[in-house]
């Protein structure tokens, strides 16, 4: 089968045309025949990094964590899916795990779902894993009914599904970003939109909480950002993190007697531990989806299978709007 593979690794290197073997069928797991896969973060650092990360599988390289697709065959022990169905999942591009910047997969079953009816393949490829994770982040911050909720980094791939869940989980939104795009996209997502570069935590805390604080910080952002989600969380509240790459004074967070929930959400296909969790979470998602309340929103450029370099390259200019969305 084709893949886009790396032979190198460093912010110089690029991806090409490559051909493998195309994988054989395992117990518990299916083949799928990839329609789309998205670009994540995680990637381009693995792309970047290389043996400095843990996670990264030795070269030459298939990266591409998420995926959506067609189940072509079906291993023993698989119960629920079947050919021909449609699904999505975040299940390779780490360690041995072959990544979905390739024609097929072998994915392990309990790490995805049908996909959601209303999606395209291309929508549907955008949210396994910044829709996992927004999630863990929300349910594990007790996320509810009435809370005030600040999402720091609402308008990124991460923050804008964690705006939409929150406003299903029935909160008072408000989100952080900068310049007019993110402003009308986090408005749009029904956050109240504000500029973190114009506007003190300060004068978020007192405008949106009355001085209060928020019940819940999600922040997105991380680094010397965690000192400001501290700063906006009420006493006793809840700060989620997903870039906790930091050393910080946890003395504001003891103060307030915090809760930090640190989300790494590849830990279950890293250890094989809990990797039903996902397939759980990516199906209550699907519903979600399919509801109406829950779309992924994806950049207005279009990537094809032998354009992986310049996807990896919109993401990391900061331009994108939106997942960065290649077409398999």
Same mark, same amino acid.
């Not at 023993?76 to 990544?99: H, I, K, N, P, S």
């Not at 406003?167 to 993110?182: L, P, R, S």
């Given at each position: 089968?084709?893949?886009?593979?790396?032979?190198?690794?460093?912010?110089?290197?690029?991806?090409?045309?490559?051909?493998?073997?195309?994988?054989?069928?395992?117990?518990?797991?299916?083949?799928?025949?990839?329609?789309?896969?998205?670009?994540?973060?995680?990637?381009?650092?693995?792309?970047?990094?290389?043996?400095?990360?843990?996670?990264?599988?030795?070269?030459?390289? $298939? =990266?591409?964590?998420?995926? @959506? /697709?067609? #189940?072509?065959? *079906?291993?023993?022990?698989? +119960?629920?899916?079947?050919?021909? %169905?449609?699904?999505?999942?975040?299940?390779?591009?780490?360690?041995?795990?072959?990544?979905?910047?390739?024609?097929?997969?072998?994915?392990?079953?309990?790490?995805?779902?049908?996909?959601?009816?209303?999606?395209?393949?291309?929508?549907?490829?955008?949210?396994?894993?910044?829709?996992?994770?927004?999630?863990?982040?929300?349910?594990?911050?007790?996320?509810?009914?009435?809370?005030? $909720? =600040?999402?720091?980094?609402? @308008? /990124?791939? #991460?923050?804008? *599904?964690?705006?939409?869940? +929150?406003?299903?989980?029935?909160? %008072?939104?408000?989100?952080?970003?900068?310049?007019?795009?993110?402003?009308?996209?986090?408005?749009?997502?029904?956050?109240?939109?504000?500029?973190?570069?114009?506007?003190?935590?300060?004068?978020?805390?007192?405008?949106?909480?009355?001085?209060?604080?928020?019940?819940?910080?999600?922040?997105?952002?991380?680094?010397?950002?965690?000192?400001?989600?501290?700063?906006?969380?009420?006493?006793?509240?809840?700060?989620?993190?997903?870039?906790?790459?930091?050393?910080?004074?946890?003395?504001? +967070?003891?103060?307030?007697?915090?809760?930090?929930?640190?989300?790494?959400?590849?830990?279950?296909?890293?250890?094989?531990?809990?990797?039903?969790?996902?397939?759980?979470?990516?199906?209550?998602?699907?519903?979600?989806?399919?509801?109406?309340?829950?779309?992924?929103?994806?950049?207005?450029?279009?990537?094809?299978?032998?354009?992986?370099?310049?996807?990896?390259?919109?993401?990391?200019?900061?331009?994108?709007?939106?997942?960065?969305?290649?077409?398999?």
């Amino acid at each position: 089968m084709k893949t886009m593979s790396l032979n190198s690794y460093g912010s110089d290197s690029v991806f090409e045309l490559a051909e493998i073997a195309k994988p054989e069928i395992m117990p518990g797991h299916v083949i799928v025949k990839i329609a789309a896969t998205s670009v994540n973060t995680v990637d381009t650092m693995i792309r970047n990094m290389g043996a400095d990360l843990p996670l990264s599988p030795e070269l030459p390289a $298939v =990266l591409g964590m998420d995926f @959506a /697709g067609t #189940v072509e065959a *079906v291993g023993e022990d698989v +119960a629920g899916f079947a050919v021909g %169905d449609e699904v999505y999942g975040c299940a390779g591009g780490l360690m041995d795990l072959q990544g979905a910047l390739a024609e097929f997969i072998c994915a392990d079953a309990r790490l995805i779902a049908h996909k959601p009816k209303s999606l395209t393949m291309r929508e549907a490829a955008a949210l396994p894993l910044v829709g996992i994770t927004a999630y863990e982040g929300l349910t594990r911050a007790e996320v509810s009914q009435g809370q005030k $909720v =600040l999402i720091q980094g609402g @308008a /990124g791939g #991460v923050g804008h *599904v964690a705006v939409q869940l +929150a406003k299903h989980m029935g909160a %008072d939104v408000t989100a952080t970003g900068t310049g007019a795009a993110q402003m009308t996209l986090m408005a749009d997502l029904g956050a109240q939109p504000v500029d973190f570069m114009s506007t003190k935590t300060t004068d978020i805390v007192a405008a949106q909480t009355e001085g209060a604080g928020f019940d819940v910080v999600f922040d997105t952002v991380g680094g010397a950002n965690m000192t400001n989600s501290f700063e906006a969380a009420k006493l006793n509240g809840h700060v989620a993190s997903t870039v906790a790459l930091v050393e910080i004074d946890l003395t504001p +967070a003891h103060f307030k007697g915090l809760s930090l929930h640190v989300v790494f959400m590849l830990l279950p296909m890293m250890h094989n531990v809990g990797r039903e969790v996902h397939g759980a979470i990516l199906k209550a998602l699907a519903e979600i989806v399919d509801a109406g309340a829950l779309k992924p929103v994806l950049d207005d450029q279009n990537f094809g299978f032998a354009d992986v370099t310049e996807a990896h390259a919109r993401l990391e200019s900061g331009q994108a709007v939106g997942k960065v969305v290649i077409d398999i």
